[in-house]
Structure formats: structure tokens, C-alpha cells
């Protein structure tokens, strides 16, 4: 995993600075990404796969809040740049980019500025986490949670994740409450999927309607899905034809909060493909947060 911190980046001869940072473990892409802004960077890239870039950009913020310099100054000038280099680099198949990083030079080299949208998840605990990509809960969170296991194996981890996931899988009643309306009780829910982007799981279009910069997520509810049902709709979830299907319902909200009636604490949830933790969770939109080189 590397992370570029760009600083008077406009590819005019003499006039650019390029640090490199190779990340050292888990977060490390977090403290990189925060020091390079409050240094001034006109451009930190994340160049590897969703987890990379998931880390990059929960640099973008501290104690819940965008990056600020030492006086305490809001730094909105840094922009994110992509390198997709990743086993699924799901954010990018949004944009239609692939995993080429001379095609991902090119569009850097471009500078072409939009503004996009961040997901943010807080707990009981009051700490905030941020995703670009798609949160989910319960059975396709518990798949990823077991896939981060099989790495070595490329896109079949998702395929040994989600196999491992279905042993002693349980569909569950979920509370639910979405743009601070009523609370409401979803039966045997499958899995429930938060999107900002609409690819996870290395190419499943789970949320085909997302936009990262339209100021919502889109929220796909799967319910009393069966083991057999996924080998047979599987081919619809890579489509993204699956919100045809009877007990999947999709709705564009900006918040939704969602606890677990069993009282077990066992219903995980992951963002970006990363683990982290259990229910409950309150999700909400920012729009426009980041300004991305797309």
C-alpha cells in the first residue's frame, strides 16, 4: 500500500513535489493521509484497493470533523486521487476505472476536480468512522469479515468468505429507523446494504442506483434469503437486476439507524470491506465532503 502526497501538483516541469509513503500495517494510511493535509498537499493518492482507500479517507477527518491545520484552520484544499490496484477495487468499478495504473496516471494528470460524497458511522461509543464505498450489515458484513482472511487467493476469497459466513447463519429481526422518522421492525433480514457507490464483494452491483455524488445512500434490504437463493440469484447481484426480486426493497435515504432485537451484539457490520464491529449503528450522509480527481 502507497500513499503519494502531491504538493503543488500541476505536472508543470519544476513545479511539483511527490512524497511517497509506503504504509507500515492497519491505519498507518490514516496518519500519512492527516500529516500530508495538514502539510499542505494539493493531492494525496491512494494507490492499492478499497481498504487502502478506505483508510485515506478517514485521514480526511479527526474527532469527527475535516482535517485542520495546527491553528486550528480548516485545510479544504487537498483533493484524493486513485490508483486502483486492489483484489476488487469496487469504489473505482463506479467510475468505470479499471485496475491499469497508467490509465490512472492519465486521469491524475488531468486534475479534474468533483466533489463526493462520505458516509459516516457512529456507535454508542461516539466515535465517528467514514466509507466512500458501501456499509452493510449481518450476513454479507460476517462474508467480508471472513473473506479479509483469504486474501492470498484473490477474488475467491469473497466466494470462501461468503461460504464460511453461511455456517450457522441466522436471518434476524432488525429495528430500524431511516431519516430520524418512526422506528419499524424488518423481519429475517438477510443482509442490509448501505450504498454511496454501488459495487462490493469484488463486482456485485448490490446498490445499482448509488451515486457518490448525488447526497444520498442508496439502502438495499435483502429478507428470509435461503442459502439455495443466492446460488440461484447470484448472476442477478453482478447485474444489479436483484431489486426485482421478491423480499429485496431499495429506497435512497440520508441517515438510517439500525439495532439488533436479539440482544446478542452478534450482527457485524463492515464498511469498505473492513470489520468494524457489531450493532448498533447510526449511518449519514456528507455531501460533497471530498473533493476527488476524478
Avoid at 436471518?171 to 422506528?183: A, F, P, Y
Avoid at 455524488?213 to 435461503?226: A, P, R, T
Avoid at 429506497?251 to 470489520?275: F, K, N, P, T
Wanted: glycine share 10%; proline share 3%; aromatic share 10%.
Amino acid at each position: 500500500m502507497i500513499i503519494f502526497s502531491m504538493y503543488k501538483f500541476n505536472f508543470e516541469p519544476n513545479d511539483k513535489w511527490i512524497c511517497e509513503s509506503l504504509t507500515s500495517g492497519p491505519s498507518h494510511a490514516i496518519d500519512i493521509t492527516r500529516e500530508a493535509i495538514r502539510e499542505g498537499a494539493d493531492v494525496v493518492v491512494a494507490v492499492g484497493g478499497d481498504g487502502t482507500l478506505h483508510e485515506v479517507v478517514n485521514g480526511f477527518f479527526w474527532d469527527g470533523k475535516p482535517v485542520a491545520n495546527p491553528e486550528g484552520e480548516l485545510m479544504h484544499s487537498t483533493a484524493l486521487g486513485l490508483i486502483p490496484l486492489g483484489t476488487g477495487s469496487d469504489f473505482a468499478r463506479t467510475f468505470g476505472w479499471k485496475n491499469d495504473p497508467h490509465e490512472a496516471v492519465e486521469r491524475l494528470a488531468k486534475g479534474l476536480r468533483s466533489r463526493v460524497d462520505v458516509g459516516v458511522i457512529s456507535g454508542e461509543s461516539g466515535e465517528s468512522h467514514y466509507f466512500i464505498n458501501v456499509a452493510d450489515i449481518h450476513l454479507s458484513a460476517k462474508a467480508g469479515y471472513y473473506a479479509s482472511k483469504y486474501k492470498r487467493f484473490g477474488n475467491l476469497c469473497y466466494v470462501l468468505g461468503s461460504l464460511q459466513a453461511f455456517m450457522g447463519h441466522h436471518n434476524e429481526d432488525l429495528r430500524i429507523r431511516i431519516n430520524e422518522g418512526e422506528w419499524k421492525v424488518y423481519s429475517q433480514v438477510t443482509a442490509l446494504c448501505i450504498g454511496n457507490a454501488k459495487y462490493f464483494g469484488g463486482g456485485m452491483m448490490i446498490t445499482p442506483n448509488a451515486d457518490p455524488c448525488s447526497g444520498n445512500f442508496e439502502v438495499v434490504i435483502l429478507q428470509d434469503f435461503k442459502w439455495y437463493d443466492f446460488i440461484l440469484k447470484l448472476h442477478r447481484l453482478y447485474m444489479g437486476t436483484h431489486l426485482l426480486v421478491k423480499n429485496v426493497s431499495s429506497r435512497s435515504v440520508h441517515s438510517i439507524e439500525v439495532e439488533d432485537l436479539s440482544g446478542r451484539g452478534s450482527i457485524y457490520i463492515q464498511s469498505d470491506g473492513e470489520h468494524l464491529g457489531f450493532l448498533p449503528r447510526k449511518i449519514c450522509i456528507l455531501p460533497s465532503a471530498i473533493e476527488m480527481i476524478c
